[in-house]
């Protein structure tokens, strides 16, 4: 079973519409958690972060994390052509060694039509 | 431009080839990461220096790859006599980390693509 797991699309949503973009991941103690987005041929940007269970929110972007149900989402709100790439979900898991590694998933591609 | 910079940004070279990249982190930072990136997948992390000192190598690092972050500055990832597989985007990312925070962020730079032919 891969440790991070997201569904790779294409996820399409109308300008203006809310995406939503999920992540599920193995059960690990003490993780972190990472929105990144990668236009095509570029490199990964962050977009969020989220380190406890709830809601945060910055601009139009919303990082959900669940932990009992072990899944992280994103949610953009007012989709953009502009927002159309790949968003990878990356954790950190604490498993007691010396590196805070970066766990991908394979990415959620999205597409907003205008 | 303070981000994490990489060089060269594109890479051609035969099977066979010795390729070396080269990483400058953001100034300050004192962890950098490598990954590999291949069409369709997310990043696979490769190796991790927390200044000077190599910390961890992933079982993907095989013989044929080395990394070095002299003085804890910039690093280098060489990959000796290449194959085709190793055609990917490398990818080189920086944090400022401190004891055994796992909360910290890392920069990516725009990463290296690598063609073996």
């Known amino acids: 079973q891969k440790e991070v797991e997201q569904n790779s699309g294409p996820l399409s949503v109308p300008e203006g519409a809310i995406a939503s973009l999920n992540c599920t991941y193995s059960?690990?103690?003490?993780?972190?958690f990472f929105w990144y987005r990668q236009y095509s041929g570029k490199s990964p940007e962050l977009i969020m972060s989220?380190?406890?269970?709830g809601d945060k929110e910055d601009g139009r972007f919303t990082a959900q994390l669940n932990k009992a149900s072990q899944y992280v989402s994103l949610l953009i709100r007012d989709s953009q052509p502009s927002d159309s790439a790949t968003y990878l979900c990356a954790v950190i898991w604490d498993y007691g060694g010396a590196t805070n590694k970066l766990i991908f998933g394979t990415g959620t591609l999205l597409a907003v039509q205008p | 431009d303070t981000g994490v910079s990489q060089d060269p940004r594109h890479k051609i070279t035969k099977r066979g080839q010795n390729v070396t990249f080269r990483c400058d982190p953001i100034?300050?930072?004192?962890?950098l990461y490598w990954y590999r990136q291949t069409l369709g997948q997310g990043p696979e992390f490769l190796t991790y220096?927390?200044?000077?000192?190599?910390?961890?190598k992933s079982r993907l690092l095989s013989d044929r790859f080395s990394a070095e972050r002299p003085k804890g500055s910039f690093s280098t990832l060489e990959i000796q006599r290449t194959e085709q597989g190793d055609s990917a985007m490398y990818l080189c990312?920086?944090?400022?980390?401190?004891?055994?925070?796992?909360?910290?962020?890392?920069?990516f730079g725009p990463g290296t693509r690598l063609l073996v032919l």
């Open positions: 220096f927390q200044n000077e000192a190599q910390l961890e």
């Open positions: 100034s300050e930072h004192n962890r």
């Open positions: 059960d690990r103690v003490s993780q972190s």
């Open positions: 990312a920086s944090s400022l980390g401190s004891g055994g925070m796992n909360m910290e962020t890392q920069y």
């Open positions: 989220i380190y406890s269970n």
